[in-house]
């Protein structure tokens, strides 16, 4: 039995969230449907160009994603004090990017409105802000996009989604590093990809061609997506992604050949100082990463964090304690 979004999301706990939307039936999001005899690789800039969108809107970061063949993964970062500091008029510019604005709120905006309806106006605007740091809206927003292009496209109705999206809360430095590798290094898992820089439609292929146009002083179309920085790469006040992108890089490209069989199978010596200064032990970082590795449950992190997010949560018990206990045993 599921579990209501309330019962996941926790911004006292963590801003980190993992996320995963899947098709139904034999659905495909992107590239080739055998089944069907069609490509669908086109739609995978959908997705890209929908992210760019919401993540302007929505005070809601991408540290991460993957798009895979029928469903993709998404970690983001929930930036609630950003919203805070919004004006109402400001909120209503944004949710109007996407949104019908209500006569109530217009009138309000003209500065015709009674006292009464101003009032009214405002709750409704007070309301707009909770939504835009609210991940179902997030979801919803990029999801039923998503949906009605495709069915348009396949001149069909119905569902587009197996169900709601998958929600992980990621409570710490240990448990935001792993989702996001873990992401990362789908398509090499799932053998489509070699290399992380073959990877694309991912956000570390986006950030290596990234990486590679501000070395060569050449504009790149790869920083669209507003992927949120590492800690390296913005001043000392901005949120960041709290470890730098040269320990993300080498540790992906350590991870990337453990994950492939033809590969070196053994962490880089280069992306193990990471991983022991979090505290993850190597051995189980590399049956994480591998093809039977699974980090899905409800939250990651350590063992005392997910204890406590349990017990925020007013929940008995919490799915991930064993795995915990062995990736994270050193800490």
Known sequence: ?????????????????????????????????????????????????????????????????????????????????????????????????????????????????????????????????????????????????????????????????????????????????????????NPIRAGIAATPEESQFTSIYERIQAQRAAQSKTSSTFARSKLLRFRDEVSADAPAIPFSLRDYFELIDGSGRLARRDKRGAIDDRAAPILIRLGIDPGVWHDAMTLRGNVFGRALGRLDRLRLHAKALGQQRIKGLMQARRLYSTA
């Open 1 to 185: 039995m599921g579990y209501p979004r309330k019962a996941l999301v926790c911004l006292g706990d963590t801003p980190y969230y993992h996320v995963v939307s899947r098709c139904v039936r034999r659905a495909w999001l992107w590239g080739f449907d055998e089944y069907a005899g069609r490509d669908y690789s086109h739609r995978k800039q959908w997705v890209i160009d929908r992210l760019v969108l919401l993540a302007s809107i929505f005070a809601i970061d991408i540290c991460a994603y993957a798009i895979m063949s029928n469903h993709f993964h998404l970690v983001l970062h929930v930036d609630a004090e950003r919203i805070r500091s919004l004006s109402a008029e400001e909120i209503v510019e944004r949710w109007s990017q996407l949104f019908r604005i209500p006569t109530l709120v217009r009138r309000w905006r003209e500065g015709i409105a009674s006292e009464t309806e101003v009032i009214a106006a405002l709750e409704i605007v007070e309301r707009w802000r909770a939504r835009l740091i609210d991940i179902s809206w997030f979801m919803r927003s990029l999801n039923e996009h998503l949906a009605r292009r495709a069915n348009a496209e396949d001149q069909c109705t119905g569902r587009f989604w197996e169900g709601r999206f998958k929600s992980q809360a990621l409570l710490d430095e240990a448990g935001l590093l792993t989702a996001m590798a873990y992401v990362d290094l």
